[in-house]
């Protein structure tokens, strides 16, 4: 009985030390993805809004052609990146995806009503707008800054 006290307290220190080490990684990371934020939300070109999303239209789209809307769907295609470089996810302009845009990150959903299709776009989404503490994809740690090229390709209702 008494080594399976000492075993089980053993096994909850390993792990409570292990836990601190991982929150300590994630605290780094979200002081250098805060520093990144700071430095480039005032990069040539780009608006911020109030919510904290920073974008750059590269080219604004056609005029006259359809803008979406929360609930449209979207043909894009992307690069998406972190502060240090390593891409996450992309989809190229040689096979582009249509999305429910609905289903994406509150960045997104903030930026595709203020274009039209053909747009080309460059976003800074703070972790806020983005996936905050809570990824599904493990490629995205914690309090990540979102980079992504978009190029809004269409959009349907």
């Not at 302009?93 to 460059?122: D, F």
Request: aromatic fraction near 12%; include cysteine.
């Amino acid at each position: 009985m008494k080594r399976t006290s000492i075993g089980f307290f053993l096994t909850f220190l390993v792990l409570l030390i292990f836990s601190a080490c991982q929150e300590n990684v994630y605290i780094d990371w979200k002081l250098a993805n805060d520093k990144w934020y700071d430095t480039h939300k005032s990069d040539s070109g780009f608006v911020t809004t109030s919510t904290g999303l920073c974008y750059k239209i590269n080219y604004p789209g056609w005029a006259l052609s359809r803008q979406p809307n929360v609930n449209s769907n979207v043909k894009v295609s992307y690069k998406g990146s972190l502060i240090d470089g390593s891409v996450f996810d992309s989809q190229p302009e040689t096979s582009p995806i249509w999305l429910t845009l609905s289903s994406t990150v509150a960045g997104w959903r903030e930026i595709m009503p203020k274009l039209h299709n053909g747009a080309s776009v460059k976003l800074y989404i703070p972790a806020s707008l983005g996936y905050d503490t809570l990824s599904t994809n493990t490629a995205i740690p914690p309090h990540s800054v979102l980079i992504f090229d978009v190029n809004l390709i269409d959009s349907q209702y």
